[in-house]
């Protein structure tokens, strides 16, 4: 298993933008695949963007499409995921989680074998 950490939330009025960052106990990005997810209270915990560690191949929930990016950051060996256009809806804990294999949207969460602590991301209306 992979150790995580994500950084970066916090409260942020609707229309803005947040960068999250979640880096790992790897020296590397490679070969790991990569993923956010978020959990907003009494909801279950959905797919929010997904990238292989090269970012040839990225997935992103529709929900997000347009407004986020995932990233991998080489040289500081994190994961970003870049939210622009804020809504309300996307008030969450945010989760970053890895695994060898790079799962899309389709897949449920628990084929992930690696998830981080989450970081609370807040949007005002």
């Known amino acids: 298993q992979v150790q995580l950490r994500e950084s970066g939330g916090g409260l942020v009025q609707a229309g803005g933008s947040l960068r999250l960052s979640c880096a790992s106990s790897r020296r590397t990005v490679s070969p790991y695949a990569w993923g956010w997810f978020r959990q907003a209270p009494g909801k279950e915990r959905e797919f929010v963007a997904a990238?292989?560690?090269?970012?040839?191949?990225?997935y992103y929930a529709d929900s997000v499409k347009g407004r986020f990016t995932i990233s991998a950051n080489n040289a500081r060996n994190t994961i970003d995921l870049q939210m622009n256009n804020l809504k309300f809806e996307d008030t969450a804990v945010y989760y970053c989680?890895?695994?060898?294999?790079?799962?899309?949207?389709?897949?449920?969460?628990?084929?992930?074998?690696?998830w981080g602590q989450g970081t609370q991301v807040t949007v005002s209306s």
């Open positions: 989680a890895a695994d060898r294999v790079l799962y899309d949207a389709t897949d449920p969460p628990y084929r992930w074998g690696s």
């Open positions: 990238t292989s560690w090269s970012g040839d191949t990225t």
